[in-house]
């Protein structure tokens, strides 16, 4: 696990020390450097594999390959058993090596035989060509940028910013897109001209040329015919396997543990696997309505594992300008949970596992059973949805909690105007910012340079896709091509390696995933029971009070702060807006959604939330403020 970066330059081989400074967090055990007249690559290592040898960038037989690669390479043994047997040469014990010596025997090719996470680059001398790759569900990131004569690419964006080959400047259509998907899709990054490489795609960089395939996707159709208890005991079968190669380590591997069933299966599944006490390590709230401790303790009890609990004060707006500078974007409430349990986790192991892609895979949202309520809901014809239901769901006050029954009611009436993809990506920015929404908070001078403010695109070239039959697998594919690799996978990875530690998430592994689609929607969604043949594995497991327990989560109450304790601070900060003042956002909008939230009209708080990261990032990417300067504004505002 590690930061990776090159550039290929003239006479910049000074640069490379600069981006893998940049990266230290995520590799604080080592760094190693390549040069030649044509590139220079850097890495920085958290040694988890081959801790004596196993520095990069790593070579060939013959030294005309180079390689750096951060991730973990899960199927490695078998691969370089069978390099082996054709006569390929290692010169380490790292699990990384083995792509090298697959891309003197399969090219480009190499990336399909490969298990595991991982974002690399091969530099290929002899032909002059760079090649680089993402892995299937994007666990590991990778950003690159071509300017000014120059071709850099870095794990974070941060450092190819370090590289100064390029003027910083907001790129206006990735931030359009982000306000209402809540990630930032696709190749965008927050900077014009940086790059995200997508997930399951390859990219080549050759005489000045760039190409990129992707090698990968997932096909829902061919679907399983066996019993339901057949695909239990497959299940069961595949997961279990998967968590023993997610184990391959030289140092003590844990697991995150909250009170759900999806981390919860994965730690039962290493216990079980295991002849030591896992260590696990937990979040609580001082609230009992939003404490999870008592739940994760029961399975650790369970199986005897070395548990570390942590009850928590949120401190998040002081906790915000660190969150954003590891995210090198707007922060998410989601991420806060994740740094707070990383801290801890850190202080004991290098590696943990955890439970990312169970929602994904199997169908554990709210959302997936609203559609089906949706669709009953439409059966009374849309005059009185529209005319007498909405006047009494416009009256109903609102709490501003989590899901608030006055936020479910305006998400049900305003889904019914829409079917299938329409509803479902709609569906994703009606809390946060529709298209109307942004009609009013940008200026039009801004909107004249998006070129393509379809937001709901996005969404659409996966729910439409021909892959999928099912709406259920229509919605479970969506999510697995834009929320998991640009949303959950990208906070999952900047959050923990804030603290230098290596999240694995074996419920996205590729092969897990591909058996997933093939289970019928019917019985991942049965009924109204989310999760429900996950929830089967899981119950051979856990104990059975929490088999069906709603999901929780690590969650505080954003809309009562921002009314509150965070009101003034608010007020203040919006009032010197630096969006405003450079001409991209209306700042009577932005005073709208304020005295709505603030007066108790409306909860705005997901659209706020965004608007002040917002302004955040900003001052610290575009105006040097550092975290701790940040920590001191904000306590000058409140």
């Avoid at 801790?51 to 390479?73: A, F, H, K, M, W």
């Avoid at 927050?190 to 995200?196: L, P, V």
């Avoid at 039962?268 to 937990?282: A, H, K, N, Q, V």
Wanted: hydrophobic share 40%.
């Amino acid at each position: 696990m590690c930061g990776i970066a090159g550039i290929m330059h003239a006479g910049k081989t000074d640069v490379i020390r600069q981006m893998t400074d940049a990266m230290i967090h995520r590799g604080p055990d080592d760094s190693g450097y390549y040069h030649d007249e044509d590139i220079s690559l850097g890495q920085r290592r958290l040694s988890i594999i081959d801790l004596e040898s196993g520095r990069q960038p790593i070579s060939n037989e013959d030294d005309t390959l180079q390689l750096v690669c951060n991730g973990e390479i899960y199927n490695s043994p078998e691969l370089r058993k069978d390099l082996l047997a054709r006569g390929h040469r290692f010169k380490t014990h790292t699990d990384v090596e083995v792509i090298l010596h697959l891309y003197e025997e399969y090219g480009r090719d190499c990336v399909k035989h490969l298990q595991g996470m991982f974002a690399f680059a091969i530099w290929d001398k002899p032909r002059r060509r760079l090649f680089m790759a993402r892995d299937h569900l994007g666990q590991k990131p990778l950003f690159f940028c071509r300017r000014n004569g120059a071709f850099a690419f870095a794990s974070e964006v941060k450092s190819l910013l370090a590289a100064n080959i390029m003027e910083r400047e907001i790129d206006l259509e990735g931030v359009w897109h982000y306000i209402s998907l809540r990630f930032m899709p696709d190749e965008y990054s927050m900077f014009k001209g940086i790059h995200k490489l997508p997930a399951a795609t390859s990219l080549t960089y050759e005489n000045g040329d760039l190409t990129r395939s992707q090698y990968w996707n997932i096909d829902f159709r061919d679907k399983l015919s066996s019993s339901e208890d057949e695909i239990e005991s497959q299940l069961n079968d595949l997961l279990l396997d998967t968590v023993n190669s997610h184990l391959l380590s030289d140092v003590r591997v844990g697991a995150f543990l909250s009170g759900g069933i999806d981390s919860g299966t994965i730690a039962s599944m290493m216990s079980t696997l295991s002849d030591e006490p896992i260590p696990t390590f937990s979040l609580g709230t001082k609230e009992k309505d939003f404490n999870e401790l008592p739940y994760s303790r029961m399975v650790a009890e369970k199986y005897g594992m070395e548990a570390y609990e942590k009850v928590v004060e949120p401190d998040l707006i002081h906790t915000i300008p660190t969150m954003i500078y590891h995210m090198d974007e707007p922060a998410d409430p989601f991420g806060f949970g994740v740094y707070l349990v990383s801290e801890l986790a850190s202080e004991h192991v290098k590696v943990v596992l955890g439970g990312d892609g169970g929602d994904e895979n199997f169908a554990g949202y709210d959302r997936y059973v609203g559609q089906r309520l949706v669709d009953y809901y439409c059966l009374l014809p849309k005059w009185i949805r529209q005319g007498v239901v909405k006047r009494i769901t416009d009256r109903i006050p609102e709490t501003f909690g989590y899901k608030s029954l006055a936020q479910k009611a305006a998400w049900v009436n305003e889904m019914s105007l829409f079917t299938g993809g329409d509803r479902y990506a709609r569906s994703m920015s009606t809390l946060r910012f529709t298209s109307d929404a942004k009609q009013r908070l940008f200026t039009s001078a801004s909107m004249e340079q998006i070129d393509d403010p379809d937001s709901t695109e996005r969404i659409l070239r996966y729910f439409n896709a021909e892959n999928i039959d099912h709406v259920v697998d229509k919605m479970l594919y969506t999510d697995l091509m834009t929320r998991i690799p640009d949303h959950l996978l990208t906070i999952a990875d900047r959050m923990t390696m804030a603290h230098s530690l290596e999240s694995r998430s074996p419920l996205i592994d590729y092969k897990v995933v591909e058996f997933a689609a093939s289970i019928p929607a019917g019985i991942k969604l049965k009924g109204n029971k989310l999760k429900y043949i996950l929830r089967r594995v899981a119950s051979r497991y856990m104990p059975e009070e929490l088999i069906w327990m709603k999901k929780q989560g690590f969650r505080f109450p954003l809309g009562i702060w921002f009314r509150t304790e965070l009101k003034q601070f608010l007020q203040n900060l919006f009032s010197q807006s630096r969006f405003v003042e450079l001409g991209i956002f209306e700042q009577t909008y932005i005073d709208e959604l304020l005295d709505e939230h603030i007066s108790g009209k409306a909860d705005h708080n997901y659209r706020i939330w965004v608007l002040l990261n917002l302004e955040m990032w900003y001052r610290m990417y575009f105006e040097g403020e550092t975290i701790e300067s940040m920590r001191e504004f904000t306590d000058r505002l409140a």
